[in-house]
T-cell receptor
């Protein structure tokens, strides 16, 4: 079956603009995660959804970042008033039930560049 | 805050050589995972180790979990150019479902 997909693959925006990044998880996976990765570094956790609700949003850096998953499948990460420091690859992952023994399957990421 | 430090940060070797990557923490992890990531792609899970002292082998890759469950190592025998990539360790701490990733080791295997 299809893996995790993310759109767009690349997004270039100007400082201060609003952006939305989309994640389509593997069908049937109830858990969905967002991570942010800087070049050559390990991914940094942002938020974890179990179904439609955010079970852990402790990684969101500030209130400019927000994520939704209204129907328990597709998720959108929203960034307001973008700053140059937001430039990174944003990764999405899904797992079947969200337990610590589940395998997380990652998408290819969206590379965000804020000019 | 649970941190996972990896060493070395960068490694460039010739095809056929052996190498070891280390993942260390001051915290105990219930399990540790190893991922490999290629450019433009997301990390792909290689292995999960769950028992202190556990050794797992995956073809030319050998993974070890420290007795105290605070550290892990990845050893590659006779490296191939296809092994090139970013190697990441990661662990779930405590009751949380969020993965904490290590700082990463970028491996370049030259032909």
């Amino acid at each position: 079956g299809a893996g995790v997909s993310q759109t767009p693959s690349n997004k270039v925006t100007e400082k201060g603009k609003y952006v939305e990044l989309r994640c389509d998880p593997i069908s049937g996976h109830t858990a969905l995660y967002w991570y942010r990765q800087s070049l050559g570094q390990g991914p940094e956790f942002l938020i974890y959804f179990q179904g439609t609700g955010a079970a852990d949003d402790s990684g969101l850096p500030n209130d400019r970042f927000f994520a939704v998953r209204p129907e328990g499948s597709v998720s959108t990460l929203k960034i307001q008033r973008t700053e140059r420091g937001d430039s990174a690859v944003y990764l999405c992952a899904s797992s079947s039930s969200g337990g610590p023994t589940d395998t997380q399957y990652f998408g290819p990421g969206t590379r965000l560049t804020v000019l | 805050t649970q941190l996972l430090e990896q060493s070395p940060q960068f490694l460039s070797i010739q095809e056929g050589e052996n190498l070891t990557v280390y993942c260390n923490s001051s915290s105990v992890f219930s399990s540790l995972q190893w991922y490999r990531q290629e450019p433009g792609e997301g990390p792909v899970l290689l292995v999960t180790v769950v028992t202190g002292g556990e050794v797992k082998k995956l073809k030319r890759l050998t993974f070890q979990f420290g007795d105290a469950r605070k550290d892990s190592s990845l050893h590659i025998t006779a490296a191939q150019t296809g092994d090139t990539g970013l190697y990441l360790c990661a662990g779930y701490g405590g009751a949380t479902n969020k993965l904490i990733f290590g700082t990463g080791t970028l491996l370049a295997v030259q032909p």
